[in-house]
């Protein structure tokens, strides 16, 4: 008989994660693999909103979009006695609540992340002197008020959660930090998925590619945010024509100035009729792009390490209206610095040939890249095995 894996999320399948989670691939013959997709439950207009026309959506058997509660009891009457589950979806109430009934009916609770960012430790200290250089008071302030709460509720949705049999992780730093917060208990390391769609890519071109004159834009979708709407239950704080009108400045400067054309990398959840500025955005070929070309560009996307993997110059870009997040705007000076790449705020670029210099831009610190791909994408010791397929090695030894 099949063993069973429930696989939690709150995202649309679309050709992005198709991959991601190895709907093209033959699962184990030993495995029921089952996703649940809560987004309908947690935030329905988002839902709407990213199933449209235009998102690239697709339909797979094991693939079940929850729609509304009377199909989540459905969902749970067809359980096995006996299961595994991951919970891949947010830290809220409603998914904290669906994790422990899975836990009480009899499912073994398994921790996974594909991905882990660094992240930056902000002391108490440190965020106060923050705040009052900061030119949103008033926005933290409300912030602060709320935050008590805020640390109640997430401790709350903890405490519900089923505790994981198995931590999985997908880098040596989330491994060390993890191992420190739970000293006994079974922690495993793989790579993240940015490096298992490198060694895919690698074998798929394997003749060398020389590089292009083009630099590409790897898009985070900062103008129809879908993270922090589903996180926050609110629109972003940048507005798309704001954001738009400064990243096509900048753009058109290293265009006009440097003769690098750029290119956009669209972002895997933007919609093929959102396309916000006249300029070409590709999508589905992020990693062909990077691997391709003579610059990079973004934020503090992910995709950051398939630059670092290809051993790409980088720009991130910053803003001073991401001070409104604060971890947001000091996550990419934290990439910068880790990486040895120039970060840029555009509210104060000045936009001069003569104090801007590409070419210095151009130049890797590929001892600092080694480094950070040790940490933060393939430990040393770490073998090529699909993430997937390490977790089904540990769960076939439980």
């Not at 991130?316 to 934290?334: E, R, T």
Request: proline letters at 3%; glycine letters at 2%; aromatic letters at 16%.
């Amino acid at each position: 008989m099949k063993k069973t894996l429930v696989v939690l999320v709150v995202q649309p399948l679309n050709s992005f994660n198709y991959n991601k989670w190895e709907f093209n691939r033959k699962y184990n013959k030993k495995w029921n693999i089952i996703f649940w997709n809560l987004l309908s439950i947690q935030n329905e207009n988002l839902n709407k909103k990213f199933t449209t026309k235009g998102h690239g959506i697709i339909k797979a058997k094991n693939f079940i979009n929850i729609n509304d509660y009377s199909n989540l009891l459905k969902q749970f009457k067809k359980l096995p006695p006996n299961f595994y589950y991951i919970n891949l979806s947010i830290l809220s109430f409603k998914c904290s609540i669906i994790d422990r009934i899975l836990k009480i009916k009899g499912g073994k609770c398994i921790y996974l992340k594909m991905n882990v960012l660094p992240e930056v430790k902000i002391s108490f200290k440190k965020a106060i002197l923050f705040i009052l250089k900061s030119s949103y008071k008033f926005f933290f302030l409300k912030k602060i008020i709320v935050y008590p709460f805020l640390k109640l509720i997430n401790f709350f949705n903890h405490f519900i959660k089923g505790k994981p049999e198995i931590h999985i992780v997908p880098n040596q730093n989330a491994y060390e930090n993890l191992k420190r917060k739970n000293k006994n208990n079974k922690i495993i390391r793989t790579y993240s998925y940015d490096y298992e769609r490198f060694i895919q890519n690698r074998k798929l071109n394997k003749k060398n590619k020389k590089k292009k004159n083009y630099a590409v834009f790897i898009d985070q979708n900062k103008d129809d945010h879908f993270d922090h709407t589903l996180l926050f239950g609110e629109e972003y704080y940048m507005t798309s024509k704001w954001y738009w009108e400064k990243m096509e400045k900048f753009f058109s400067f290293i265009e006009s100035n440097f003769k690098l054309k750029v290119i956009i990398a669209a972002h895997h959840r933007r919609s093929k009729y959102n396309l916000p500025i006249k300029r070409q955005f590709i999508f589905n070929k992020t990693i062909n792009l990077v691997r391709d070309c003579k610059l990079a560009i973004t934020h503090n996307s992910t995709a950051i390490n398939q630059a670092i993997l290809y051993e790409k110059p980088l720009i991130l870009i910053n803003f001073n209206v991401y001070k409104k997040s604060m971890s947001n705007y000091l996550d990419v000076l934290n990439f910068g610095k880790l990486i040895g790449s120039k970060v840029i705020n555009l509210e104060s670029f000045s936009f001069s040939k003569k104090i801007f210099n590409l070419k210095n831009c151009l130049i890797i610190n590929k001892k600092k890249y080694k480094k950070y791909k040790e940490m933060y994408i393939k430990p040393k010791t770490i073998k090529n095995n699909t993430i997937w397929k390490t977790v089904l090695n540990e769960l076939d030894r439980i």
